[in-house]
């Protein structure tokens, strides 16, 4: 249903290192910027890493992105009970001429 | 300070018509993109639609020929028209700041449509 996948659940306990993927195509993510957003519960989405790799202002640098080939990961680390929440990736696909969504990761902070 | 508020959703009934907008402020609509992207009840983003600063449309799939983004560059408001509305079409209604290939960078809180008998 969704055209990016994503892990639907992944968990870690409070100063770990989790990673969340996000594996697409070449029509998407291989010629296209990939995008996270963070979704805290009862809240709207809100931007995490724009173009791959880069922080807005007031991301903490525990936050980071990478992308390879058509795929791409969100990194946290240093877990703590505030990055509890859903987290999506997006990107634009040439061939659908529209914007793509993973169906998102919820994160589970043991 | 950037502010998306959306308003006007509301209990439709299957086969109605609903309009939702989006009151922009601290930056100007005219130039940019601006989507609208919607959430089912306990799912993924799903986008909807995309209006460019030049004024071309574009559509997901689903809503194509049902659904029509518009703007009123004097207001800065952002519409969706919405018609012959579906069951599948029950959800929180976002608008967003940017899309295309450059990303959104802001979110309304979002407005709630529900469609159904």
């Known amino acids: 249903q969704f055209v990016l996948t994503q892990p639907p659940s992944a968990s870690g306990t409070p100063g770990q290192r989790v990673t969340i993927s996000c594996s697409g195509s070449?029509?998407?993510?291989?010629?296209?910027?990939v995008y996270w957003y963070q979704q805290l519960p009862g809240a709207a989405p809100q931007l995490l890493i724009f173009r791959n790799n880069q922080r807005p202002s007031g991301v903490p640098d525990r936050f980071s992105g990478s992308k390879s080939g058509a795929s791409a990961s969100l990194a946290i680390s240093g877990l703590r009970s505030e990055d509890e929440a859903d987290y999506h990736c997006?990107?634009?696909?040439?061939?659908?001429?529209?914007?793509?969504f993973g169906g998102g990761t919820k994160l589970t902070v043991l | 300070e950037v502010q998306l508020v959306e308003s006007g959703g509301d209990l439709v009934e299957p086969g109605g018509s609903l309009r939702v907008s989006c009151a922009v402020s601290g930056f100007s609509i005219s130039p940019i993109y601006m989507s609208w992207v919607r959430q089912a009840p306990g799912k993924g983003l799903e986008w909807v639609a995309l209006?460019?600063?030049?004024?071309?449309?574009s559509y997901a799939d689903s809503v194509k020929g049902r659904f029509t983004i518009s703007r009123d560059t004097s207001k800065n408001i952002l519409f969706l028209q919405m018609n012959s509305l579906r069951a599948d079409d029950t959800a929180v209604y976002y608008c967003?700041?940017?899309?295309?290939?450059?990303?959104?960078?802001?979110w309304g809180q979002g407005t709630l449509v529900t469609v159904s008998s």
């Open positions: 997006s990107s634009w696909d040439d061939g659908l001429s529209g914007v793509v």
């Open positions: 967003a700041k940017g899309g295309a290939k450059y990303g959104i960078d802001y």
């Open positions: 209006i460019s600063s030049g004024g071309t449309t």
């Open positions: 070449g029509s998407n993510i291989g010629n296209n910027y």
